[in-house]
């Protein structure tokens, strides 16, 4: 038996994630180049150290809470958060 091809909600989700997994990974490099020029060593692995840490207990803390909110509003949320941060940098 042959495996359904994956509908396009999936294939749209799945380059969604892959997209912003490259954007997260390309952010943490450029931003520790950036935080060399201007901070001490050990004070950046501190500060991404806790960055990691806030962002495993929010993620905990709203998959606990998601279904109760709705998935679709958390994630709804969590994208303006996102465009709003990216936004106010510049």
């Known amino acids: ?3 359904r091809p994956a509908a396009a909600d999936t294939r749209v989700l799945f380059a ?3 997209l912003r997994m ?3 990974g390309t ?3 450029v ?5 060399v020029r201007v901070a001490r060593r050990g004070k950046i692995g501190l500060l991404l150290s806790l960055t990691l840490l806030g962002d495993v207990a929010i993620s905990l803390w709203l998959t606990a809470h998601a279904d109760r909110w709705g ?3 958390i994630l709804v949320v969590g ?3 996102m465009a709003f941060g990216g936004r106010a940098w510049r």
């Open 22 to 24: 490259f954007a997260y």
């Open 71 to 73: 998935r679709r509003k």
């Open 79 to 81: 994208a303006a958060l």
């Open 27 to 29: 952010l943490g490099v």
């Open 16 to 18: 969604s994630r892959l």
């Open 1 to 3: 038996m042959m495996p």
């Open 31 to 35: 931003l520790v180049l950036f935080l």
